[in-house]
C-alpha cells in the first residue's frame, strides 16, 4: 500500500492499487497506528508526510512507553514526561536508543572530590521493570534525593527493594535456568532527570551474566550499560552503570524470588563510585547523542570495557611491583649505610 497525498495514476486505476491517503485518519490512527510498538510507530512516522503528522499524537507514544514500560503509569512518572518537550515521544526517543557521549574533561577539586561542572537535578527517579519473557515480575519506581552530604559522599547506590522484602515469581530453578535467563531475562533501569526532562537507560538489553552462588545458593544477574565520554587515559574515561538482580532459591530447590535489585558506577580501576561523580556520570549518560545500537555492540562494549579494565590493572600491579623493589633496595641500602656507620663507631 503506497503512502502518497496526491491524485491516483492511471496505472493504480487499471491495477486497482490503493493509497494510504484513500483511508479515512481515524482508521489510520484508531486501527493501524494503535496496533505498533514504539519502534513501528517511529518508522511509520519516517515514512510520509501524512504517516508523520498522524504519528506525532502524543497518546500513540503513551500507549508505545506504558506497553514497553509498565512503570511509566505511575503518576509521577506521568507527569514528570508531559513537561518533557515533545511528551512520551521524546521520552521514548530517549530511552529506546543508546548514549554515546562526546569526550569531555574532568577536573578534580582540592578535597578529591570530582566537581561537577554544571548544575545538575536536585532528584533523579528511577522508572524500573523486570521481565521474564512476556511476564512482568516488577515494576516499581524510586525516587533519590541528590543534594545531601550522604549521598554526596557516599557509594553511589539505588535499591529498589526494602531489605525484608522479596518478589515471589513463578519461575523454578533448574540446571538450564541460569542459561535461560540470559534469553529470556530482561530489565529496563530508566533514569530520569525532572529538572532537565532527559531520560536514559541504563541497564543493557539483556543480562550478560547469569551465575549461581557456589555457597548461598543465589543466583546474580548483571545488566551492565557502559558509559564513555571521559577523559581519555583516566580511570573516567568510561565507566559502567551496573544494574544487578539478585535472585533467591527456596530451600526446595523449586520457586524463586527476587531479592535485591539494584544499581551501582564504578570506573575502570574498579572502584565504587560516590554520589557526586556517580552524578557526572548519569549527567554525561543524559545529555549524550542518541544512536541505535543492538546487543551485540552492547555486549561488544562491555568486553572491551573488561579488557581495559584488566589491562589497567595489569599496569598498575607493575608500577606498584617496580616501586615495591624501589623500595626494597632503598631500605636495604639504608641499613647497609647505618650499618656500616655503626662498625665504623665501635672500632674507633
Known amino acids: 500500500m503506497a503512502c502518497t497525498s496526491g491524485e491516483s495514476t492511471t496505472a493504480e486505476q487499471w491495477t486497482g492499487a490503493t493509497t494510504i491517503s484513500a483511508l479515512h485518519r481515524?482508521?489510520?490512527?484508531?486501527?493501524?497506528?494503535?496496533?505498533l510498538d514504539g519502534a513501528s510507530l517511529g518508522s511509520a512516522a519516517a515514512t510520509c508526510s501524512q504517516l508523520h503528522a498522524l504519528s506525532s499524537s502524543d497518546h500513540l507514544w503513551s500507549r508505545a512507553c506504558r506497553?514497553?514500560?509498565?512503570?511509566?503509569?505511575?503518576?509521577?512518572?506521568?507527569?514528570?514526561?508531559?513537561?518533557?518537550?515533545?511528551?512520551?515521544?521524546?521520552?521514548?526517543?530517549?530511552?529506546?536508543?543508546?548514549?554515546h557521549p562526546p569526550v569531555t574533561v574532568i577536573t578534580n577539586s582540592s578535597n578529591g572530590c570530582t566537581?561537577?561542572?554544571?548544575?545538575?537535578?536536585?532528584?533523579?527517579?528511577?522508572?524500573?521493570?523486570?521481565f521474564y519473557g512476556e511476564d512482568l515480575i516488577l515494576s516499581k519506581v524510586i525516587e533519590t534525593e541528590t543534594e545531601t552530604g550522604w549521598f554526596l559522599c557516599s557509594p553511589f547506590r539505588v535499591d529498589l527493594l526494602d531489605p525484608k522484602e522479596t518478589v515471589r515469581t513463578q519461575v523454578s530453578y533448574r540446571d538450564d535456568t541460569c542459561h535461560?535467563?540470559?534469553?529470556?531475562?530482561?530489565?529496563?533501569?530508566?533514569?530520569?532527570?525532572?529538572?532537565?526532562?532527559?531520560?536514559?537507560?541504563?541497564?543493557?538489553?539483556?543480562?550478560?551474566?547469569?551465575?549461581?552462588?557456589?555457597?548461598?545458593?543465589?543466583?546474580?544477574?548483571?545488566?551492565p550499560m557502559v558509559v564513555s565520554g571521559g577523559e581519555r587515559g583516566t580511570a573516567a574515561e568510561a565507566a559502567v552503570c551496573g544494574a544487578v538482580v539478585t535472585w533467591g532459591v527456596s530451600s526446595d530447590g523449586g520457586e524463586m524470588h527476587v531479592r535485591e535489585v539494584s544499581l551501582q558506577i564504578e570506573d575502570m580501576d574498579g572502584t565504587h563510585l560516590n554520589g557526586r561523580d556517580s552524578l557526572v556520570i548519569l549527567k554525561r549518560a543524559l545529555e549524550g547523542k542518541r544512536v541505535k545500537t543492538n546487543v551485540e555492540e552492547e555486549e561488544k562494549r562491555c568486553e572491551e570495557f573488561m579488557k581495559e579494565k584488566e589491562e589497567r590493572k595489569e599496569?598498575?600491579?607493575?608500577?606498584?611491583?617496580?616501586?615495591?623493589?624501589?623500595?626494597?633496595?632503598?631500605?636495604?641500602?639504608?641499613?647497609?649505610?647505618?650499618?656500616?656507620?655503626?662498625v665504623f663507631w665501635r672500632w674507633h
Open 26 to 35: 481515524d482508521v489510520i490512527e484508531s486501527h493501524i497506528l494503535t496496533r
Open 67 to 99: 506497553s514497553m514500560w509498565p512503570s511509566t503509569n505511575s503518576p509521577r512518572v506521568s507527569q514528570v514526561i508531559s513537561t518533557f518537550p515533545n511528551g512520551f515521544r521524546s521520552f521514548f526517543s530517549d530511552s529506546f536508543t543508546a548514549s
Open 115 to 130: 566537581k561537577i561542572q554544571e548544575s545538575v537535578t536536585t532528584e533523579i527517579i528511577s522508572a524500573v521493570d523486570l
Open 180 to 223: 535461560n535467563m540470559v534469553e529470556r531475562l530482561r530489565l529496563s533501569w530508566i533514569v530520569i532527570d525532572p529538572a532537565k526532562n532527559r531520560a536514559v537507560n541504563v541497564a543493557s538489553r539483556r543480562a550478560v551474566s547469569v551465575r549461581r552462588h557456589w555457597l548461598t545458593g543465589e543466583v546474580e544477574a548483571r545488566f
Open 315 to 342: 599496569r598498575k600491579a607493575r608500577v606498584e611491583g617496580r616501586l615495591d623493589m624501589l623500595c626494597v633496595g632503598l631500605a636495604t641500602l639504608a641499613f647497609a649505610g647505618l650499618f656500616g656507620l655503626f
